[in-house]
């Protein structure tokens, strides 16, 4: 039963952990957790479900789309409201963050309505796989697969291309990547549709387990926060670790503990951290010296 709970675990945390890295990104470069995540994940995965059903698209052009789609919310966001601001306060870009989640919700709301649909991906619900006492579904072993190569394409992108050093620079500092020459603007939109095209990914491998509602990414949401917190939220490793190790933590209180509380972990993390550590437990904190 303990190794389910772990296989289990990292299936989840492995949701967390997109989640958890698609904000960091971002925060990394404007030191503004984007709330909006979540809902622009499932404005995603709406068009692809509308392509799917309504277009008759097969399922992995329509999922093309979508991640299309997804990028050009995050560039059009970061392009038309958010580099229009003028000086904007780390409070001010929150507030936008906010103000585009409840708009997009009523956007969905409005197009495609409130009631429950479903979006399952091309493969039989009951397959599984046997290995010993674990069996793991076919779902979880493809979330679990995605998101590790999310994390490699990533990594190799960041550490191997023009445009990944790019974005670092701007994270690290925005001033002194402009004096070398860094088109900021272009690289902060670039990295707002990168985070978007990650969130979506992770909505698209969380829509089989959950209904298709405007709601959709409410909690993958928060618990990708609390991951990011736990692991920290300027560091992109951290996270991604944050995601497995809460995904697993979860697992474990729901089977021996409580099944009850069990969303009640995440938060519970999120106060512990910022009590004893509040970097991150893979992140270093500065103090700011005057």
Not at 14 to 33: D, R
Not at 151 to 176: C, D, E, I, P
Request: proline share 4%; hydrophobic share 55%; glycine share 8%.
């Amino acid at each position: 039963m303990f190794s389910q709970l772990i296989i289990n675990g990292i299936s989840s945390g492995s949701l967390y952990a997109l989640v958890a890295l698609a904000m960091v990104i971002i925060y990394k470069a404007s030191e503004v957790p984007n709330f909006a995540q979540g809902e622009m994940a499932t404005l995603s995965v709406f068009v692809a479900w509308h392509f799917v059903n309504a277009q008759f698209l097969p399922f992995y052009q329509a999922v093309a789309a979508a991640l299309l789609f997804a990028f050009a919310v995050g560039v059009l966001f970061e392009f038309t409201v958010l580099r229009r601001a003028e000086k904007p306060s780390i409070l001010e870009l929150i507030v936008m963050t906010l103000g585009l989640q409840m708009f997009i919700y009523g956007i969905i709301g409005w197009k495609w309505g409130a009631e429950q649909k479903t979006f399952s991906l091309p493969i039989a619900e009951d397959s599984v796989v046997q290995l010993g006492p674990v069996v793991i579904g076919w779902l979880n072993i493809i979330t679990i697969v995605t998101s590790l190569l999310c994390v490699l394409l990533l990594y190799l992108f960041f550490t191997h291309t023009k445009l990944g050093t790019a974005m670092r620079a701007v994270q690290m500092n925005s001033t002194a990547a402009r004096i070398n020459g860094i088109r900021v603007h272009r690289i902060m939109s670039l990295t707002w549709g990168l985070s978007a095209v990650i969130g979506t990914i992770a909505g698209i491998l969380f829509a089989p387990v959950s209904p298709l509602d405007p709601q959709l990414m409410w909690d993958p949401l928060l618990k990708g926060f609390a991951a990011g917190v736990l692991g920290g939220m300027t560091s992109p490793f951290g996270a991604v670790l944050g995601g497995y190790i809460l995904g697993i933590i979860e697992n474990l209180f729901g089977a021996y503990i409580s099944l009850e509380f069990k969303s009640v972990v995440a938060f519970a993390l999120i106060v512990l951290v910022l009590w004893f550590k509040p970097s991150g437990l893979f992140s270093r904190h500065y103090e700011r010296k005057v």
